[in-house]
């Protein structure tokens, strides 16, 4: 038998099923104990985009557990020992959809954090610590956006390829690069809102 061939036949899948089990169990772990140590109208919290905010922090958590996930089998397949390919491919898709879902809360409660009023977060920043605003919150915002591309583009070229893939070390590269790149993206810009809406709620 061929060194390619020994090579494919390690590439066994993990069962997908169970894959997608643990991330559940890890979103309905993490919802529990929200909703166990916290009233949910605190959860959501005053005013018309409350509602707008809990989702984006909920998708944002869900997109964070996930990635962790991706950047693991991303490193599996950059070392090419990667044995869950099929799961890389549905885990790719997974944080393509929670990225957009994500930007999409996430555009609507900048509408009051800019708000042309004296008392919006922004006005707040600008007046007590102007370099929030122009430093941490611009950079978190525009850097939040890259996200989705960089998943996209990972998801493309793995459902391109498919175990294609997994013989051409270039593409391996790339598609752990992105991956990568998608998860420090989003840890940074994870990690600059829960500050700024720490230092000033909407």
């Not at 920043?125 to 929030?132: D, G, I, Q, S």
Request: charged letters at 10%; proline letters at 4%.
């Amino acid at each position: 038998m061929s060194s390619n061939q020994e090579n494919l036949n390690h590439h066994q899948s993990w069962p997908t099923r169970s894959l997608i089990l643990v991330v559940l169990v890890f979103l309905l772990l993490a919802i529990v104990t929200i909703l166990l140590t916290a009233p949910f109208a605190a959860i959501l919290g005053p005013g018309t985009y409350a509602l707008a905010g809990a989702a984006h922090g909920l998708f944002a958590f869900f997109l964070l557990i996930v990635s962790t996930i991706a950047l693991y089998l991303a490193f599996r397949l950059f070392t090419n020992r990667i044995k869950a390919f099929p799961d890389l491919q549905l885990i790719s898709t997974v944080i393509s959809v929670l990225s957009f879902i994500a930007i999409c809360f996430g555009n609507w409660i900048y509408i009051p954090y800019r708000a042309a009023t004296s008392n919006s977060p922004k006005a707040y920043f600008l007046a007590n610590m102007p370099e929030v605003h122009r430093v941490f919150f611009e950079f978190k915002e525009y850097i939040a956006l890259f996200t989705l591309p960089l998943s996209v583009a990972a998801a493309f070229i793995l459902w391109r390829y498919g175990k294609e893939l997994l013989e051409r070390r270039d593409l391996r590269n790339l598609v752990s690069l992105l991956l990568l790149l998608h998860f420090i993206c989003f840890t940074i810009a994870f990690g600059l809102g829960a500050a700024v809406t720490k230092l000033r709620p909407i």
